[in-house]
Every structure is written in structure tokens, then in C-alpha cells.
């Protein structure tokens, strides 16, 4: 079997369909395409808009997208430093195991590493095995002395409103 060329590059505005798909197929893949509310325009308008919050990029297989990862920085006040908050990593079902998703993960190491970055991030649900193992072949480590939190949309709401 000829071995694939794999490519990492970075998302252009154009990609914003494809971006999008990507999206809709992890959410499927985590169960929780029930929480998908982004569209091409709000995804056009913070990715690629006047004020981007969040970077992409599209992992090809032999030319073809078939991953991606998107992910923004973060400042950590203990290190002094930058980090990137990996938000999103996906790769086509039919394509996992050829290398793409490392290659993902790698192509941002690299950059937090030139960029002067003192940590990456990302979170992982509980129940997701196979993403979990490849975590930490990786030598990623889990970082459960922390509890995460969140306050959703109607939250922020409710809160912004009190006195």
C-alpha cells in the first residue's frame, strides 16, 4: 500500500463550509449535535471577520480535507506566558489511523513552541476512549485536579441582568 501525503495548512475564508461540516461531524461523533448552533456566517464573522477569535487548521490527505483543529491562545498568570487552548480536533472516521490527527496536534506544538508558549490545552470527554489513549501516547497528562465550569449563553444573561 503507497503511503498518503499528509498536509497541514491553515483555513481560509473560503473553507467556511467545510469548517462548518467538520463541526457538525464531531458534534455527531460526541453525541452532541443537539448543542450545534454556529453557522457559516457566525463561524465567517469570528474566524476570519475584522476580530478573529479563533485560528483553523485543515489537515489534507492526499489533497482531500479530512481533519481539522481550531484553537485560540490563552495567557496562563503562574507561567507568565501564552498558551493555545485547543478547542476542536477532528479527523473523517475513514481516515483515522493514518496519522492525520498527530500531524494536527504536532503542527501546534510546533507553533506554541516557536510562538513562546508555556502549555497546550484541551479538553476530552470522559467517556471517549480511543481519543483519551492517543492523548496520552502523545504524553499529554490529565489534569483532574480541576473541575471545569461554565455559564451558557442564557447564564451570562441572567447574570449580566442582576444587580
Not at 506566558?81 to 498527530?102: K, M
Not at 501546534?108 to 513562546?116: H, S, T, V, W
Not at 483532574?144 to 442564557?154: F, K, N, V
Request: charged share 25%; aromatic share 12%.
Amino acid at each position: 500500500m503507497a503511503s498518503s501525503s499528509l498536509t497541514i495548512r491553515p483555513a481560509k475564508a473560503d473553507d467556511v463550509s467545510l469548517i462548518s461540516r467538520f463541526i457538525k461531524d464531531l458534534a455527531d461523533y460526541e453525541k452532541l449535535s443537539h448543542e450545534v448552533v454556529a453557522t457559516e456566517k457566525s463561524l465567517s464573522e469570528t474566524l476570519f471577520g475584522s476580530k478573529p477569535v479563533a485560528q483553523v487548521i485543515i489537515g489534507e490527505i492526499d489533497g482531500t480535507p479530512s481533519g481539522f483543529a481550531l484553537y485560540f491562545y490563552t495567557y496562563s498568570t503562574f507561567l507568565g506566558r501564552s498558551g493555545i487552548y485547543l478547542e476542536d480536533l477532528f479527523v473523517r472516521e475513514q481516515n483515522r489511523g493514518c496519522g492525520l490527527g498527530r500531524a494536527l496536534i504536532v503542527h501546534l506544538a510546533e507553533e506554541a513552541y516557536k510562538q513562546g508558549c508555556g502549555r497546550m490545552d484541551w479538553a476530552v470527554l470522559n467517556w471517549n476512549r480511543p481519543s483519551i489513549d492517543f492523548y496520552q501516547s502523545l504524553g499529554a497528562k490529565a489534569q483532574d485536579e480541576w473541575t471545569g465550569y461554565r455559564l451558557d449563553r442564557m447564564a451570562l444573561k441572567e447574570l449580566s441582568e442582576q444587580d
